[in-house]
């Protein structure tokens, strides 16, 4: 595809459900980032992963959050047992090292 | 700890002026520094690219300068266009290429 896309685009759960958001970054970027950004708030990094490894997680705000890539494709955040507080539009970035970060559409996840 | 400040947080002008926005940062130590555009509702866009090792990118209207040594960088933008109206943020960039933003800027150009 042409640019970063995520699906899906909105999301509702209620507490305590796992939900899983997917990334498709744009083919041949080795790397691969997620972010948050809450209601007013400004982005948040999350993970990054350069091909299928993850050398910096250090944004996971807790256990609850995993991801994993598959190979330098596809992209799964999981959220375990959601809190309110998870609410947040969940977006992905793709690039080459080192370059420009291009940005999907993200997931608007709304935990009730 | 990288911290990233972008004055001033609300910008209104009239169509056709030059405007700068500006952002700082803690950590001189960065890999890049990248400008976005938000649109109400949608993803990030982005603006610019400056490696660390150069000063100033340009596109089109768009102008950024890099200036590591005092933690500052400005996006200035040429006359103005409703269509500029948007949130921008500046974003820093470790050598893991982990991002750090700023609470961005808000701009309004009133035709």
């Known amino acids: 595809g042409a640019g970063v896309s995520q699906s899906p685009s909105n999301k509702v759960t209620e507490k305590g459900k796992d939900v899983e958001l997917r990334c498709d970054p744009i083919s041949g970027h080795t790397a691969l980032y997620w972010y948050r950004q809450r209601l007013g708030q400004g982005l948040e990094f999350l993970i990054y992963f350069q091909g299928n490894s993850a050398p910096d997680k250090s944004g996971l705000p807790s256990d609850r959050f995993s991801a994993e890539r598959t190979g330098e494709s596809v992209s799964t955040l999981t959220i375990q047992r959601t809190q309110q507080e998870d609410s947040a539009v969940y977006l992905c970035?793709?690039?080459?090292?080192?370059?420009?970060?291009?940005f999907g559409p993200g997931t608007r996840l709304t935990v009730l | 700890k990288q911290e990233v400040t972008q004055i001033p947080a609300a910008l209104s002008v009239p169509e056709g002026e030059n405007l700068v926005l500006n952002c700082s940062f803690t950590d001189s130590a960065i890999y890049n520094l990248q400008w976005f555009r938000q649109d109400p509702g949608k993803g990030l866009t982005s603006l610019l690219l400056?490696?660390?090792?150069?000063r100033e990118q340009t596109s089109g209207r768009l102008n950024a300068s890099l200036d590591k040594s005092s933690g500052r960088s400005t996006l200035y933008i040429a006359a103005s266009q409703p269509g500029d109206s948007a949130t921008y943020l500046c974003?820093?960039?470790?050598?893991?290429?982990?991002?750090?933003f700023g609470q961005g800027t808000t701009l309004q150009v009133k035709p």
């Open positions: 974003a820093v960039g470790s050598n893991t290429g982990k991002l750090i």
């Open positions: 400056i490696q660390s090792s150069q």
């Open positions: 970035a793709s690039s080459l090292f080192g370059g420009t970060q291009y």
